[in-house]
């Protein structure tokens, strides 16, 4: 990981925001039929889509593949990994197990013309752009020792974006009180629900938190947004670190020990995971379907 501090990749902006949507649902509705079908006549392998009969189900998340408007190049190869994997699916599917939202929300992958992902307050949709998965895999292929490596690192990252995303959702859907940024506190949701997982989680959240660390190279010092929303991306990478030392610091000592989280701030890790930890499930729990582990 330490190669990541000396890498250098054309990177533009990616915010992680909120942002007016662009299509209407029964557009996209229409856009992912039309995708099934050209996508299943011209390939052997079929893209497996949610079936009409599921989508919008009272409370549910559901998830939608959506057709680009302008085809942008890369859009197919992005869908089919993402589809291939189960990536998205899997990750709606652990939330539909951990919540009975008050109204139905749809998950769309679509190209949306740049790397994003975003919740969407009026619709409580997230959508999850193409982009930015181009976006990954641009910036782990300069860094992973291998494909599979980088591959890992992508679907790690697609996971721990959702999950943020999610966050943002569940905070709005449900009501939930925020103190502080609303952008660190979602943050902080993504890594509990990976650290649900065990090692495997553990390796998505700090794909994520890398991903952060890569984009922080990218950005001019002189040009760092202070006003933002979100906190800076070194600051997103140190915290997301710093929360999975504090709940493993056995397991991921290499963070330390590589230099990559300061003592300074690890030597409080600990604390500053349980208290967050407890923070979440002292909001969320009561409202979930089961709590937060
Ligand atoms: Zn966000």
Same mark, same amino acid.
């Given at each position: 990981?330490?190669?990541?501090?000396?890498?250098?990749?054309?990177?533009?902006?990616?915010?992680?925001?909120?942002?007016?949507?662009?299509?209407?649902?029964?557009?996209?509705?229409?856009?992912?039929?039309?995708?099934?079908?050209?996508?299943?006549?011209?390939?052997?392998?079929?893209?497996?889509?949610?079936?009409?009969?599921?989508?919008?189900?009272?409370?549910?998340?559901?998830?939608?593949?959506?057709?680009?408007?302008?085809?942008?190049?890369?859009?197919?190869?992005? @869908?089919?990994?993402?589809?291939? +994997?189960?990536?998205? $699916?899997? %990750?709606? *599917?652990?939330?539909?197990?951990?919540?009975? !939202?008050?109204?139905?929300?749809?998950?769309?992958?679509?190209?949306?013309?740049?790397?994003?992902?975003?919740?969407?307050?009026?619709?409580?949709?997230?959508?999850?752009?193409?982009?930015?998965?181009?976006?990954?895999?641009?910036?782990?292929?300069?860094?992973?020792?291998?494909?599979?490596?980088?591959?890992?690192?992508?679907?790690?990252?697609?996971?721990?974006?959702?999950?943020?995303?999610?966050?943002?959702?569940?905070?709005?859907?449900?009501?939930?009180?925020?103190?502080?940024?609303?952008?660190?506190?979602?943050?902080?949701?993504?890594?509990? @629900?990976?650290?649900?997982?065990? +090692?495997?989680?553990? $390796?998505? %959240?700090? *794909?994520?938190?890398?991903?952060?660390?890569? !984009?922080?190279?990218?950005?001019?010092?002189?040009?760092?947004?202070?006003?933002?929303?979100?906190?800076?991306?070194?600051?997103?990478?140190?915290?997301?670190?710093?929360?999975?030392?504090?709940?493993?610091?056995?397991?991921?000592?290499?963070?330390?020990?590589?230099?990559?989280?300061?003592?300074?701030?690890?030597?409080?890790?600990?604390?500053?995971?349980?208290?967050?930890?407890?923070?979440?499930?002292?909001?969320?729990?009561?409202?979930?379907?089961?709590?937060?582990?």
């Amino acid at each position: 990981m330490r190669t990541l501090l000396v890498m250098s990749v054309l990177v533009s902006s990616v915010v992680l925001a909120q942002q007016p949507p662009q299509r209407s649902k029964e557009e996209m509705l229409k856009e992912a039929k039309r995708i099934s079908d050209l996508m299943n006549k011209a390939e052997q392998k079929p893209v497996v889509l949610t079936p009409p009969e599921q989508l919008f189900k009272k409370g549910k998340a559901t998830l939608l593949y959506a057709l680009p408007i302008n085809k942008p190049a890369g859009y197919r190869e992005y @869908l089919r990994f993402v589809s291939d +994997e189960g990536l998205l $699916k899997e %990750a709606v *599917a652990t939330v539909n197990g951990l919540v009975e !939202l008050p109204r139905d929300i749809t998950v769309f992958f679509r190209d949306c013309g740049e790397p994003n992902a975003f919740y969407e307050p009026k619709t409580g949709n997230i959508h999850f752009c193409f982009e930015l998965v181009q976006l990954f895999d641009q910036l782990y292929s300069k860094v992973a020792q291998s494909p599979e490596q980088a591959k890992d690192l992508i679907r790690g990252a697609v996971f721990f974006v959702f999950f943020h995303e999610f966050g943002h959702a569940l905070t709005h859907e449900l009501g939930l009180p925020v103190t502080g940024k609303e952008e660190d506190a979602v943050d902080q949701f993504a890594t509990l @629900l990976l650290l649900e997982q065990g +090692e495997r989680g553990e $390796k998505a %959240a700090l *794909a994520g938190a890398t991903f952060f660390l890569a !984009l922080s190279e990218q950005n001019p010092k002189g040009k760092l947004k202070f006003w933002d929303e979100h906190s800076l991306d070194a600051q997103r990478f140190y915290n997301i670190a710093c929360w999975l030392f504090g709940a493993s610091p056995f397991q991921q000592v290499n963070l330390v020990a590589k230099g990559l989280l300061p003592a300074e701030r690890a030597a409080r890790c600990g604390t500053e995971y349980q208290q967050l930890r407890q923070s979440w499930k002292t909001i969320a729990d009561p409202k979930l379907k089961r709590p937060i582990k």
